[in-house]
Antibody, heavy 119, light 110 residues
Framework: EVQLVESGGGVVQPGGSLRLACAAS????????MFWVRQAPGKGLDWVSL????????YYADSVKGRFNISKDNSRNFLYLQMNSLRTEDTALYYC????????????WGQGTLVTVSS | QSALAQPRSVSGSPGQSVTISCTGT?????????VSWYQQHPGKAPRLMIY???KRPSGVPDRFSGSKSGNTASLTISGLQADDEADYYC??????????FGTGTTVTVL
């Protein structure tokens, strides 16, 4: 059974940093691209970043480029999101998600970890 | 990377069909056959309903179908059921290895 469990969320002041983690199990982790998607309270889904299965290729939304860094530890089956220079508009529930083997959809999602940026 | 445009809400009676549109540009929806749709119930994680415009993952009822014409993708729910009441989001691959979600649509079963 595929499981994705996020952790690392919390309250941080503007300009601060936070590192999110996503523990993956139930599938061959290094075979799949992984995503971070966020959802501000009461708002819609917002793509943040993606990383290729082998961890070499990374891509970011313009809103986080230069501030966030996605990485993948295939030996421990963990996905990470290092978030620096946080802004109040980064406040959201952050989901990790796995891309499907047979297409571009995201077929499994974690339950999310909440990041609150506030002074 | 502007969000794809979706209607804020649609509604229908049980057994009826509803269609949700998702409008983008030639840089996302129109340029690639990589549109997916997600269902999200309150307080829950999203669930993949359609991928690559019109493909259904295993376990998704065939009442859900997807299509695309030009810069607009659509999700149709036939034989509407009470449990279909949820928020629905489209998502498209876009230029420069990016993705963009839609603004979201609330489906209400009357």
């Amino acid at each position: 059974e595929v499981q994705l469990v996020e952790s690392g969320g919390g309250v941080v002041q503007p300009g601060g940093s936070l590192r999110l983690a996503c523990a993956a199990s139930g599938f061959t982790f290094d075979d799949y691209a992984m995503f971070w998607v966020r959802q501000a309270p009461g708002k819609g889904l917002d793509w943040v970043s993606l990383i290729g299965g082998d961890g070499r290729n990374t891509y970011y939304a313009d809103s986080v480029k230069g501030r966030f860094n996605i990485s993948k530890d295939n030996s421990r089956n963990f996905l990470y999101l290092q978030m620096n220079s946080l802004r109040t508009e980064d406040t959201a529930l952050y989901y990790c998600a796995k891309r499907s083997a047979s297409g571009t959809g995201l077929d499994f999602w974690g339950q999310g970890t909440l990041v609150t940026v506030s002074s | 990377q502007s969000a794809l445009a979706q209607p804020r809400s649609v509604s229908g009676s049980p057994g009826q069909s509803v269609t949700i549109s998702c409008t983008g540009t030639y840089s996302d929806v129109g340029g690639y056959n990589y549109v997916s749709w997600y269902q999200q119930h309150p307080g829950k994680a999203p669930r993949l309903m359609i991928y690559d415009v019109n493909k259904r993952p295993s376990g998704v009822p065939d009442r859900f179908s997807g299509s695309k014409s030009g810069n607009t993708a659509s999700l149709t729910i036939s034989g509407l059921q009470a449990d279909d009441e949820a928020d629905y989001y489209c998502c498209s691959y876009a230029d420069n290895f990016s993705y963009v979600f839609g603004t979201g649509t609330t489906v209400t079963v009357l």
